[in-house]
């Protein structure tokens, strides 16, 4: 099983940005829905974003949408999660996820002055 790989994560202030990488080899990864989502202390998963195929359709969470956004890179398998204008309310822990398949062990985000 194709097991993806998040790294990124780390400190920093509100208003910030930081990029999150999520690298994965194996067959048809290049073609795999990739999931981004996050789980904040003391609350349940939640969904942040997508991205179908080579890049054709993505999507985020309303809770997000104009500050993050997602893509790949289908040359060096890998799928970004651009975060831009960060809050402290998205402190959490990032997971990609290999839709149908494998999660991440997950990269922490902490947004914190």
């Known amino acids: 099983q194709v097991q993806p790989v998040e790294s990124g994560g780390g400190l920093v202030q509100p208003g910030e940005s930081l990029t999150l990488s999520c690298a994965a080899s194996?067959?048809?990864?290049?073609?795999?829905?990739i999931d981004w989502y996050r789980q904040r202390a003391g609350k349940e998963r939640e969904w942040v974003a997508s991205?179908?195929?080579?890049?054709?359709?993505?999507a985020v969470a309303d809770s997000v949408a104009g500050r993050f956004s997602v893509a790949r890179d289908t040359a060096k398998n890998l799928v970004y999660l651009e975060m831009n204008n960060l809050q402290r309310d998205d402190t959490a822990v990032y997971y990609c996820?290999?839709?149908?398949?494998?999660w991440g062990q997950g990269t922490q985000v902490t947004v914190s002055s």
């Open positions: 991205i179908v195929g080579s890049g054709r359709s993505a």
């Open positions: 996820h290999i839709r149908g398949g494998a």
């Open positions: 194996g067959f048809g990864f290049s073609e795999d829905t």
